[in-house]
Structures are given as structure tokens and as C-alpha cells.
């Protein structure tokens, strides 16, 4: 436990210090939240600081078991820390606060908070901020620093990297595969920012809205979300992004590093997220016209283009109120969220690579009733996928499905109709951000209960960390020695 003390202690104190980047605003344009900031950077900055050094004399290398436990005290410390700003400057309560915090950093998107355009800027900055550092993973920054102090990042890499191939390396060391790929995830989010400030947006939307679009956060800097701006274009470059966020960011470093397109072509992944996001937009669309809800196709197809796509990436923008749409469309939205995002991007939910190889083993399995003898192995982009890794997907979507169903109960337990407690836990262990009925895009997370509100919370976890991450942390065998 030293161990992972002393390494969370310098996480600590970095996370700290990214809380400069909002002061440095709020100084620049003296805004009221300013007195906030310097509090939060000093306690945080000190908590670290006592963590590392009392800590010291337990350093130690890390074994895997400490990679899982340091993994789930930063993503449940961080937010903590994160609260700070905004109870100090907003009156909200811890439980809204950390909920907030828990959604920016795990990139979910919901959102307790009301009278967006009117916060600070470095409240919104704070905010948007917080979804582009969960974005890639704080761990994955942290083992980009943690070796300059001795303490090893592998166990930490395995732990936290999403999809499960999670032995693949893009470059030799650990520590140059972090950097490679903040490199990549810095500079789409870099072209997001031109690209949306040419679209009409001021710099600080870009910033922030680019910030949400790159790391699928979803949040915004208006209550009305992206339908604030009511512009095409902006909508046009918003959903360009978030599909490039949903895909495989390991896939475009070793693109641009070999300066070619083919290891984007051959991405079985890739292909199947963009063939089903088109059928579906199309589908949509067309289902929505005909059944009247929009006079034109082509109103229809903006509308459903934008929302559709930021919904089924886990991003959670919204342009209009989709909750009033006919439920088909907003339930089929929610359920793509659930799988459309590729394994090593931004999204959550179970995630492309995982539907290919269950789909795969489902006709594997039919083709075994006709040939009992045949050898029929299990194949994803010309290569046998393993045993153990069908598996590892196996288990890994029953206990989705099970933890989907026990915080639904749990919810309709406190009193919330079937429709908002529903869809607010698929959203939330999705990471998608908006549900329907009292959670819908006209509303948002702050009509729940302190206990509802909770349970959305640990949903917002367990999503981000592919359950198995957090589960085995609770589980009696963990702590054995």
C-alpha cells in the first residue's frame, strides 16, 4: 500500500497543478472565481506533496495488483480534489459537486449545473478542462512522469488501456507510448480548436467545445448545448471530430508515423463504426420524416446527423431536444453508445471490438451445431483471436449487463420512473452524458436524489474503468496475500 502511496502522491500534485491553467484565466480576466482557485491549487499541491513524502520510505516498483488499486484511488481522489473550485465558488453540494467532477473526468458529459453562460469563464474552462485530461486517462500522462522518479508505469498501462488487446505497444518503452499518445490526442485536439473557432465559435467555446469533442465529454459552456449556436457548420466540424475521438488513437499514431493510410483501411474496427453510424443516420432520418416529426428529409437528416453521432460516440452534445423525438430513435441512439466506439479511443460502453468477436463466436457456435467436427476459429482483421480473449469478452459483457440491471433496480428502488432510471444508468456506464424522460437533453442530472445521484456516480466509474478494473478491486481475493 506504501507503494501505491508514493506513486499516487506525485499524480496528486500534478493534477494540481493543471488547476494553474483556470487561475491563469480567472487572473487574465478577473473573474469572481479567481480567491477559488488559489485554495484549490495550494491544497491540492499540499495533500500531494504530504502523500509523496510520507510515502517514501515504502518505494517500491510496482507489481500488478498495485497497478488496479492505484488505478481506482486516482479515478475516485481526482475528482475529489476537482470539487474544490467549484465549492468554493458555487453553491452546490459535495455530492453535485463530485458528481460533476466524476462526469468531466470519466467524460461522461452529464451535468448537475444550470446558468452555464453565465459562469466564469474558468469555471467552464475548469470544467471542459477536466473532460480532455479524462479523455486519454490521467494514468496514461502519469507514466509518461512516473519513471523520472523511479517508479515503473506498466502495470498501470495494462490496467487502465481499454479493448481487449491491451499487450499491443507502439513503441518500445512505456513511458514514449504515453507521449506518443498525448502527442496525437494534443494535436486533433489542436486542429478541433482552428477548425471550430473558423466555424463561428468564439476562442474560448473552440477551446472548450473542442476539449469536450476530442475526449467525448460532452460538456458545454450553454445550458442549451450545442443548439445554442444553431449552426450547420459548427455541427459539421463538432461531428467530424467525435467520430475521430471514437476511433482507435493507436490506429492514427502508427498512421501518421509510417505516413500512410493503410493501417487505417485495414481497421475492421473503423469499418464497422462508420458502417453502422451511416445506416443509422439514414435510417433514422428517414424514420423520423416519415413518420412526421420533420416536414423535410433533409431538416431531418441535420438533426438526427449530429445528435445521433454525438450520442452513439458517448460524447453527449445535444442540438435539439431528441427526448421529444418518437422513443425509437432515441432508445436505438442509446443502445448504439453502448458498442459503437472503438477499443483505444476516447468512448466508453463495451465497444466495437468486443461486438465483432461476440458476433463472430455467435456464428462460430451456429456453424458448430451443423459441423460438430469442423474447426471454425473465431477471426478479427485476418488474425485467430485467442480462447481466452472470447472468454474475457464473454464475461466481460455479462457483468455490463448485470451491473446495468442492479443500478436500474437500485434506481427504480428510490422512486425514479423506469424510463429515467433506464436510460440514466445506460448513459452514465456508457459515458454518453444525456438520457431520456427527467435526465433528458432539456433537463439534466440535478432532479435526483443525493442517493440516485450516487449511483449514477459509481455507474460513471465502473463504465470508465471497463468494470473489471474497479470490480476487482472490491472483490476479498484482491486483498489477500
Request: hydrophobic share 55%; charged share 10%.
Amino acid at each position: 500500500m506504501g507503494g501505491v502511496l508514493f506513486a499516487l502522491g506525485p499524480i496528486v500534485m500534478i493534477f494540481g497543478l493543471t488547476m494553474l491553467i483556470p487561475l491563469g484565466v480567472a487572473f487574465v480576466a478577473q473573474d469572481a472565481a479567481l480567491p477559488a482557485y488559489d485554495d484549490s491549487v495550494a491544497l491540492t499541491f499540499a495533500a500531494g506533496s504530504a502523500l509523496w513524502l510520507l510515502a517514501r520510505p515504502f518505494k517500491r516498483d510496482l507489481k500488478i495488483r498495485d497497478g488496479f488499486l492505484l488505478v481506482v484511488l486516482v479515478w475516485t481522489l481526482l475528482p475529489m480534489f476537482a470539487t474544490l473550485p467549484l465549492l468554493l465558488y458555487l453553491d452546490v453540494s459535495f455530492t453535485d459537486a463530485y458528481f460533476e467532477t466524476m462526469s468531466g473526468m470519466t467524460t461522461t458529459g452529464a451535468t448537475v449545473l444550470s446558468g452555464l453562460d453565465a459562469l466564469p469563464a474558468s469555471i467552464n474552462l475548469w470544467r471542459h478542462l477536466l473532460n480532455w485530461l479524462g479523455g486519454m486517462g490521467i494514468i496514461v500522462l502519469a507514466v509518461a512522469i512516473l519513471p523520472l522518479l523511479g517508479v515503473g508505469g506498466r502495470s498501470m498501462y495494462k490496467a487502465e488501456t481499454p479493448g481487449p488487446m491491451k499487450d499491443s505497444k507502439l513503441t518500445p518503452r512505456i513511458a514514449q507510448t504515453a507521449k506518443a499518445l498525448w502527442l496525437v490526442y494534443a494535436g486533433i485536439t489542436l486542429l478541433c480548436v482552428v477548425s471550430l473557432k473558423l466555424a463561428g465559435m468564439s476562442w474560448l467555446d473552440a477551446v472548450c467545445h473542442a476539449f469536450s469533442a476530442m475526449s467525448l465529454g460532452g460538456f458545454s459552456t450553454h445550458d442549451a448545448s450545442v443548439g445554442f449556436f444553431d449552426s450547420v457548420p459548427i455541427e459539421v466540424v463538432l461531428s467530424l471530430f467525435q467520430i475521430i475521438a471514437a476511433g482507435n488513437f493507436a490506429t492514427y499514431f502508427i498512421m501518421l508515423r509510417g505516413r500512410s493510410l493503410r493501417p487505417y483501411l485495414a481497421d475492421t474496427e473503423m469499418h464497422a463504426m462508420l458502417g453502422l453510424l451511416v445506416a443509422s443516420v439514414l435510417g433514422v432520418a428517414y424514420y423520423l420524416w416519415h413518420v412526421g416529426s420533420y416536414a423535410a428529409f433533409s431538416t431531418a437528416l441535420r438533426h438526427v446527423s449530429f445528435n445521433l453521432i454525438t450520442i452513439a460516440t458517448d460524447c453527449g452534445f445535444a442540438s435539439t431536444d431528441f427526448g421529444q423525438w418518437p422513443v425509437f430513435a432515441p432508445m436505438w441512439m442509446l443502445f448504439l453508445s453502448s458498442i459503437l466506439a472503438c477499443s483505444g479511443s476516447t468512448g466508453g460502453g463495451i465497444k466495437m471490438v468486443r461486438t465483432l468477436i461476440l458476433a463472430k463466436q455467435a456464428v462460430r457456435e451456429l456453424a458448430r451445431l451443423l459441423h460438430p467436427s469442423a474447426i471454425v476459429p473465431v477471426r478479427l482483421g485476418g488474425m485467430v483471436v485467442g480462447g481466452n480473449v472470447v472468454f474475457a469478452v464473454l464475461a466481460f459483457v455479462f457483468l455490463y449487463f448485470m451491473t446495468v440491471v442492479t443500478l436500474t433496480f437500485m434506481l427504480l428502488a428510490s422512486g425514479l420512473d423506469f424510463i429515467s432510471a433506464f436510460t440514466a444508468v445506460i448513459a452514465c456506464i456508457n459515458n454518453a452524458g444525456p438520457g431520456l424522460g427527467l435526465v433528458g437533453p432539456a433537463s439534466n442530472y440535478s432532479v435526483l436524489t443525493d442517493f440516485q445521484t450516487w449511483v449514477c456516480t459509481i455507474a460513471m466509474l465502473a463504465g470508465r474503468l471497463e468494470l473489471f478494473t474497479l470490480f476487482v478491486v472490491l472483490t476479498p481475493a484482491f486483498w489477500r496475500r
